[in-house]
């Protein structure tokens, strides 16, 4: 049942990563136009240069406000990320204890707090 759970909820957010890739696209565009204004902004010291460095960058950080949705797909990729380590985990039983020799017990648990 975890399993399936795990495949609903990759699913959905591959979904949600698949409509919000225009977005996310353009806010990665825009974020590069950006800190390359901005680089160039402090380069220049021309006025004029200034100003249109000040303006090009005014405009890329209009554009990646634009984008917002593209957090949903940031989102949705980390949720992706997070089922396919989570996908093969085992879950960790230290309550077995076996009868038997004392020592094999002291050896799982010494190995298991070594992890």
Known sequence: MKKFGLFLV???AFFVLLANIGPLLGLAV??????????EFIKTDSTG???LWGF???IAVAFSIANVPAV???VAA???YVVYKNWNKE???????????????????WNSLNK
């Open 30 to 39: 825009s974020l590069v136009v950006t800190y390359y204004a901005v680089k």
């Open 78 to 80: 980390y949720i992706l």
């Open 72 to 74: 949903l797909a940031v």
């Open 49 to 51: 240069t200034k100003i």
């Open 56 to 58: 090009i960058a005014f």
């Open 91 to 109: 879950k960790a039983n230290n309550d077995i204890i076996e009868a038997g020799d004392p020592f094999t017990n002291f050896e799982k648990q």
């Open 10 to 12: 990759g699913v959905i």
